[in-house]
């Protein structure tokens, strides 16, 4: 049973807002939710993390509604830079066993001129 | 100054060969792990450290051994390596094993097995 989906790709204009959304319909109560950004031929970058609601930073937006089993990552004005796979993770402890922590499939995003 | 670094960033190689990737990371983390990313790029967690503890061995073969000397390095040793072991492998440190902690990623090596 995965415990992240993501949709596999995505493409958006330059400029415009993208949203991309992970399910994590088994989420815990002690998950948090984190996401990654990961160029060609790096190792994933840290984007932002939340727990609920909303949280922002100066790269993005991630938007968690109330029951927690689905959270969307807002990329505002996206630019050719951002074109990047996009992972969400869904975690607690690790010492709690190697399922606490998943990488969801990863999101491949794809900015257009 | 490389906060999660390993060696070497591309290990090319016969099946049969044993071999070794390097990590060291110098953020004074206590925990550190080895991901592989296939193909597919797939990102699935192998092994993970605590103080220098393995605490996580996903069911990875017992050819792929990792060693902590201390806190700062995580290296993972790879016997009879096969065609199916070719990916690419990330180190990765946080601060502690709670999810809520940022994890560092190292600049992957990868390897291919012929």
């Known amino acids: 049973l995965a415990k992240t989906t993501q949709p596999i790709s995505m493409d958006s204009y330059e400029g415009q807002e993208v949203n991309i959304t992970c399910s994590h319909n088994?989420?815990?109560?002690?998950?948090?939710i984190t996401w990654y950004q990961q160029f060609p031929s790096q190792g994933p970058r840290f984007i932002i993390q939340?727990?609920?609601t909303k949280v922002t930073n100066e790269v993005a937006s991630l938007f968690i509604p109330a029951d927690r089993k689905s959270s969307t990552l807002s990329l505002p004005r996206v630019s050719l830079s951002d074109t990047a796979v996009y992972y969400c993770?869904?975690?607690?402890?690790?010492?709690?066993?190697?399922?606490?922590?998943?990488f969801g499939t990863g999101t491949r995003l794809t900015i257009i001129p | 100054d490389t906060a999660v670094s390993q060696t070497p960033k591309y290990l090319v190689t016969q099946m049969g060969n044993d071999k070794s990737i390097k990590c060291e990371q110098n953020l004074g983390h206590d925990t550190m792990y080895w991901y592989k990313q296939d193909s597919k790029k797939f990102l699935k967690i192998m092994f993970s450290y605590n103080n220098k503890e393995l605490i996580i061995n996903e069911t990875v073969p017992n050819r792929f051994s990792p060693k902590s000397p201390d806190k700062a390095h995580l290296n993972l040793h790879i016997n009879s390596l096969e065609l199916g072991d070719s990916a690419v492998y990330f180190c990765?440190?946080?601060?502690?094993?709670?999810?809520?902690?940022?994890?560092?990623f190292g600049p992957g090596t990868r390897l291919t097995v012929l």
């Open positions: 088994n989420i815990a109560t002690n998950d948090y």
């Open positions: 993770l869904v975690g607690d402890d690790v010492r709690f066993g190697n399922e606490k922590l998943t």
């Open positions: 939340g727990y609920k």
């Open positions: 990765a440190s946080s601060q502690e094993t709670s999810g809520y902690n940022e994890q560092f």
